[in-house]
């Protein structure tokens, strides 16, 4: 059993560093009948220790930053982090806000961006199916 | 039976329970889909989670302690995997007849949850604590209704003068509906409701979900398994969850169809098998598939005072009436 299991098997844990929902809510629709992400194996989970991929929204407001580390640092390897939102991203229209340190990448290593505020279901799921070639490419270097 | 008899059949039961534990939760998890008009994951899920959870890394936080959080999925898989040897397969009757009763597979049931419990006190993790606290509570509120059960339903064949009465294979092998009268008939689907609802409670399943409770303490007791140990947890639950619903069917519906249809032999014995696990599925459907799709998560009060209260009542009025068939009607 090679990481080609992750293609069908990734648990995603959801972290808001200071989002105003809409992204949350994105994530969400992912979840409903209509996009419905359990077909491919998506499931969202309620710990780090459990998750595969952090989806990752919001531009990191300070106190937010010590626990991003932190809950990054809690998920077991092999791991690929999804930056949802155009906040997490650049910052977006918080860009050089005073109480932020993000963007995401400023913080923790980033493998995916999904840009968009907020982005579609669509591209929440194209961004969490990227990542898993990430975690294929760990793969081969193993 | 030699030794090595007894060792073959364990061996095709425990592997035959792990992958249609394991398959089973994949239809569980279909129709749960279908139910919310979703199309939902493959039925061979379970197993691809389960062999990502193998590749994952294995995590031990340092606040843990360590011997104990290691050993805990050890003492879960095993102890239902365990279980699944005292149970009767259909047309077969348990590999280990006559080395251990209903009572023993009663403690076999509880240890996987005492270990989970045990293994969320050991993780370190406050949230790890409170979903061990949650597991230790609803143990000690669904255990008497089933205990309840299993005795009544003993008591029942004893007084018929079966021997031995507590062993599963007599329970499954004489079927209680047709040697009861009209108040034996209530009381035996009085007791078969209140084991329906505690079937769910034992497999720690929405509405009685609060050990794990995902949204409210982030995964409870598992909160810090990952990897190896986690997969362990996912087949201890997967095979526990055929061994409560097996449970169901030998003492409530351990009817065979061969017999009905005439068959006979090798093709009876295949027929009934098929028709056992048909029946075990039915049961995992009505018990616990349909009610975690339509209920929402019971709070910790209301699953301790309904147990203790209401499905300990209707247990145990089950039990009343059946003693009274015994003794009025008898």
């Known amino acids: 059993m090679g990481l080609s299991a992750f293609k069908r098997a990734l648990w995603v844990f959801h972290v808001a560093t200071g989002s105003c929902n809409g992204c949350d809510i994105e994530i969400v629709a992912a979840l409903t009948p209509r996009y419905d992400v359990e077909r491919f194996g998506i499931r969202l989970v309620g710990t780090p220790r459990h998750a595969d991929v952090l989806l990752i929204t919001g531009p990191v407001t300070r106190m937010m930053a010590e626990r991003l580390k932190r809950i990054y640092e809690q998920t077991p390897d092999p791991k690929a982090v999804v930056v949802v939102g155009g906040c997490g991203s650049t910052s977006g229209v918080f860009y050089e806000s005073y109480n932020l340190v993000g963007p995401v990448d400023r913080i923790i290593p980033v493998d995916v961006y999904v840009p968009g505020c907020p982005p579609r279901p669509e591209a929440i799921i194209d961004g969490v199916v990227k990542a898993v070639a990430k975690l294929e490419k760990l793969g081969a270097k193993v | ?330």
Do not use: C
């Open chain 2, 1 to 330: 039976m030699s030794g090595w008899a007894i060792f073959g059949q364990a061996v095709v039961v425990l592997v035959g329970g792990g992958l249609v534990g394991l398959f089973y939760r994949g239809v569980d998890r279909k129709i749960a889909a279908r139910m919310q008009a979703r199309i939902g994951p493959p039925l061979r899920q379970p197993f691809l989670d389960l062999g990502k959870l193998l590749v994952k890394e294995t995590v031990i936080p340092k606040t843990a302690v360590a011997w104990l959080f290691s050993a805990m999925p050890f003492l879960a898989v095993l102890a239902s995997f365990t279980a699944l040897l005292y149970l009767p397969l259909g047309p077969f009757g348990p590999v280990l007849e006559g080395h251990g009763d209903a009572i023993l597979v009663l403690y076999l049931l509880a240890i996987p949850a005492l270990a989970m419990a045990l293994g969320g006190f050991a993780s370190g993790s406050p949230l790890g604590v409170v979903g061990a606290q949650r597991e230790l509570v609803m143990l000690m509120s669904y255990e008497f209704p089933l205990a309840v059960v299993l005795v009544a339903v003993a008591w029942r064949l004893s007084e018929l003068g079966l021997a031995p009465a507590f062993s599963l294979g007599t329970m499954a092998q004489n079927p209680l509906w047709g040697a009861v009268g009209p108040l034996g008939i209530i009381g035996l689907a009085l007791l078969l409701v209140s084991l329906l609802v505690v079937t769910p409670a034992e497999l720690a399943k929405i509405p009685f979900d609060i050990p794990e409770a995902e949204t409210e303490i982030a995964g409870g007791l598992m909160v810090e398994y990952s990897g190896t140990y986690l997969a362990l947890f996912y087949l201890a639950d997967a095979v526990r969850t055929v061994v409560m619903a097996g449970l169901v069917v030998a003492l409530f519906i351990p009817y065979g169809l061969a017999g009905r249809l005439g068959l006979s032999g090798a093709v009876g014995d295949v027929v009934d098998l098929a028709f056992w696990l048909f029946k075990v599925l039915l049961v995992m459907v009505v018990a616990v598939t349909t009610v975690r799709v339509g209920m929402a998560r019971l709070k910790v009060d209301q699953i301790a005072r309904g147990f203790w209260l209401r499905i300990t009542a209707v247990a145990l009025s089950g039990l009343l009436l059946l003693v009274l068939d015994k003794v009025v009607m008898g």
